[in-house]
């Protein structure tokens, strides 16, 4: 039985990551040693520090990581890509292109027999001014008005913003996991499974942070980690949920 992959924040094209071709080549280097035995792989969001999407222009570069998606996909494997708060500024070229199942809410899904619920993270946000950015950011009017920018200056713009936020969060370091009172997916994840009692794991990106959580006696809620630091994935093999590494080419289980 072919496995199930999940990963997420790679932020590639940061301006904040040194040695961003390298960076590049270690995800790279990971969905080919899995390209034989994936059977899909699930990208929960910020996979690019900053992607901004024109109808007839697409951001210049991530040709080897693109290029890699295109031959997993090529060879049937399921790649899907849910936008995050980072890269949800595309339109179809990732799916006419790459061939890849775009994403841009949550979703729940089945695999092998199990009911996974997936996202990026952000949506369950309780801060409010949090809240208000991300519905601007997602305003079509807004998008318009940005896409009327020259793409020298919307794209520089862009990575600017994304780069103060990828230094703020180096300063700051990762925010620990807040616990069950505190932690707004798991708050989320405990109401969600009120109305749906059968969903077996909770996956998401976006906090950075490797984390498993038990949700009473059957589920559980997965922090995906990032892939600038830790390098840490999920894999589904139809009868274990396992956390991973993946260092210098190696992996290893969590």
């Not at 995800?27 to 040693?33: G, H, N, P, Y």
Request: hydrophobic share 40%.
């Amino acid at each position: 039985m072919k496995k199930i992959y999940f990963l997420s924040d790679a932020h590639l094209g940061s301006w904040a990551i040194e040695h961003s071709r390298t960076h590049e080549r270690r995800l790279v280097s990971f969905l080919d040693k899995i390209k034989n035995e994936a059977a899909a792989v699930y990208m929960l969001g910020d996979m690019f520090d900053f992607w901004y999407e024109f109808r007839y222009a697409v951001p210049k570069g991530y040709t080897r990581f693109l290029g890699k998606v295109s031959e997993l996909t090529d060879k049937g494997v399921e790649v899907h890509f849910f936008t995050g708060n980072h890269d949800q500024w595309c339109l179809d070229y990732f799916e006419k292109e790459c061939g890849m199942t775009i994403h841009r809410e949550p979703c729940l899904v089945e695999l092998y027999g199990k009911e996974f619920f997936l996202a990026h993270g952000d949506e369950f946000s309780d801060d409010r001014m949090y809240r208000f950015m991300r519905a601007g950011f997602r305003s079509r009017f807004l998008r318009w008005m940005f896409s009327m920018l020259h793409p020298r200056w919307s794209l520089w713009m862009g990575h600017g913003w994304a780069r103060h936020s990828m230094m703020e969060h180096k300063v700051k370091g990762d925010t620990p996991f807040q616990g069950e009172e505190k932690e707004d997916s798991v708050i989320f994840a405990k109401e969600y499974l009120k109305m749906h009692s059968g969903v077996d794991c909770f996956i998401f990106g976006h906090r950075h942070i490797d984390e498993d959580f038990p949700l009473g006696n059957t589920s559980r809620c997965i922090f995906l980690g990032d892939w600038i630091s830790t390098f840490a994935y999920v894999v589904f093999d139809g009868n274990t949920i396992e956390r991973r590494y993946y260092i210098e080419g190696e992996s290893k289980e969590l």
